[in-house]
């Protein structure tokens, strides 16, 4: 019976070590290089540098995290970093409303947003700036963004064109909240 345990244990040891030797190799053969702790590149915000490019959006640098860039007329948002395989991308300031406007109009714009929120795949999220005065509406994603998915450039517009999509749903219902008051 030590014997047998012994085996499966020795048994245990040598698969374990023939798995993480496989998952080394296969991690070679993809085409990534062992240099970060997690043993790959961390290449993220090169990535969407590069991606962008490809797509022939002009971008802008204001920081080691924010990347600024125009497509199809709305200005979005990235952050993103080497050190993580996620970004988060936004759509800032696509509706906004003064901070003094009517308490049905704010209400109507709350349900909206959390009405979209549980069927959306992007965020949808206000903010106020009392400096303004103004009730602002953004739109928010966090998305995994590595060499292996195939075609970034088509992956990156998808998401983008979500967020226009987003942006009809949110407009239209909170115009429909606007024609259901006025009718009461």
């Not at 019976?1 to 998952?23: P, R, W």
């Not at 062992?34 to 962008?52: K, P, Q």
């Not at 802008?60 to 979005?76: A, H, P, S, V």
């Not at 994603?141 to 292996?148: A, D, H, I, P, S």
Request: net charge negative; charged share 25%.
């Amino acid at each position: 019976m030590e014997g047998f345990i012994v085996m499966a244990a020795l048994l245990g040891v040598y698969m374990f070590y023939k798995m993480y030797k496989n998952d080394q190799k296969a991690d070679v053969e993809v085409g990534t290089t062992a240099t970060s702790s997690e043993g790959f590149i961390n290449e993220t915000r090169d990535l969407v540098l590069e991606t962008l490019k490809e797509m022939g959006c002009e971008y802008e640098e204001t920081d080691n995290l924010k990347i600024y860039f125009d497509y199809q007329g709305e200005r979005f948002m990235i952050e993103a970093d080497n050190e993580c395989y996620f970004i988060n991308v936004y759509d800032l300031w696509w509706h906004h409303m003064s901070t003094y406007c009517e308490v049905e109009e704010f209400a109507a714009m709350q349900k909206t947003i959390n009405a979209t929120n549980a069927h959306a795949t992007c965020t949808v999220l206000y903010t106020i700036n009392k400096e303004a005065e103004e009730i602002g509406v953004h739109s928010k994603k966090n998305m995994l963004f590595v060499r292996q998915i195939p075609d970034l450039k088509g992956y990156l517009a998808s998401t983008l064109d979500d967020f226009f999509k987003i942006q009809r749903t949110v407009l239209t219902e909170i115009e429909k909240c606007k024609v259901v008051e006025e009718q009461h």
